[in-house]
């Protein structure tokens, strides 16, 4: 049985596509997203980065994506399925998508771009683009939070307990970091250790495999349907 550890809605979708193809799972959502709603935003910077689906599912909770500031910048995008979803709401003058934020840093690099971008994320982010931030090219505009579980659920323990969880899907480093909080909090570190982790990019692998959960398994691309491929092998 694979465990699947996205946000609730996420982990819903997913797991109607899990049991089309037959693929025996569980879920125990570890982070939720908690959208910043506010009176108004700051002017932007004439380059946006947008993080995330979430990140513009925000945007329209709080009216930007109808806002006239997003005629005068230029729009880039990490991932398909976050520019899929502009484009569903109407913004289709998007400059690049970037398929995660090391392609976004190479791109800056490769056109020693120095001006300052502002990236339209969660107050969770990555330790490249915290490194951006800290150099002066990125200002964080922080749309959402991500906030991790305390526990695992009831469920969840029972399962690991019995030995009847085999793999979990990771997407994200903070996910990982949180699983495996978890899983010492509850004294199941040794079953842990035992399973094989599905995830979603070299980074979050390297975070697991420094904690001595060795067997990880990882997309050939940063996408939910490359590593529902992954599964299948």
Do not use: W
Not at 187 to 196: E, I, P, R, S, V
């Amino acid at each position: 049985m694979i465990l699947i550890t996205r946000p609730k809605e996420r982990a819903k979708r997913l797991s109607e596509i899990l049991y089309k193809k037959d693929i025996p799972h569980h879920i125990d959502s570890l982070i939720e997203f908690k959208h910043e709603v506010k009176d108004k935003f700051e002017s932007l910077n004439k380059f946006i980065l947008i993080s995330s689906v979430e990140t513009v599912h925000s945007m329209e909770i709080n009216n930007i994506i109808k806002n006239k500031m997003l005629n005068d910048v230029s729009i880039n995008v990490i991932g398909d399925q976050a520019a899929a979803l502009l484009n569903e709401l109407g913004i289709f003058s998007i400059n690049k998508i970037f398929q995660d934020f090391g392609n976004f840093k190479k791109f800056m690099d490769d056109q020693n771009i120095f001006q300052k971008i502002d990236y339209l994320c969660s107050d969770i982010i990555s330790d490249e683009a915290q490194q951006l931030v800290d150099q002066g090219r990125l200002r964080k505009v922080v749309f959402y939070k991500t906030i991790p579980a305390e526990n695992l659920s009831d469920a969840t323990l029972e399962l690991l307990d019995k030995d009847k969880i085999h793999a979990v899907l990771i997407y994200s480093k903070f996910t990982a970091i949180t699983f495996i909080k978890l899983v010492h909090k509850h004294n199941l570190f040794k079953q842990a250790k035992q399973m094989t982790y599905y995830c979603l990019s070299e980074r979050i692998a390297r975070e697991l495999q420094k904690n001595s959960l060795i067997e990880c398994q990882v997309s050939s691309r940063p996408n939910q349907e490359s590593l529902i491929n992954l599964l299948k092998k």
